[in-house]
């Protein structure tokens, strides 16, 4: 009787993985149907985000679909910054670790900026410089 109350924490462990890991793989093959619309997306635990043209649309993942989606124009935006623990750094010399990760997005009107989270730096500076030469070649677009 003892040894069966030893392993009864193991097995809800073990049926708390097991639901976790469904739960995200939901998430998963939500997103990949989501992203399918798009033609370069991302994904990780804090957000989705998908880039067609010009515009940027991100939300939160959930096991449906993803949710709190909001789509901006690259043509609107005047700065692009990568934000690590709060603080602006630099795309060319990112930091080594971070907590606290998000590409901002500044905007030409006078409305609040965007910041769309990301788990890795790597990956949300690939990101920033990539959009940062869309912003460069639609502004330059734009002269014309």
Known sequence: MERGLLWLPLLAAFCWLAWSGWNEYQKIEAYRRWAEQFERAKYDIYAVLGQNGSDLTWGKPTRNEPVNLETFSLKEVKSINLVVDNQVVDLEQPPD???????????????????????????????????????????EGNRE
């Open 97 to 139: 670790k971070g907590r606290a990760i998000a590409l901002e997005f500044q905007f030409l009107k006078p409305i609040d900026p965007v910041k769309i989270p990301f788990t890795e730096i790597p990956l949300a500076v690939e990101w920033g410089k990539y959009l940062q030469s869309l912003t460069i070649a639609l502004g």
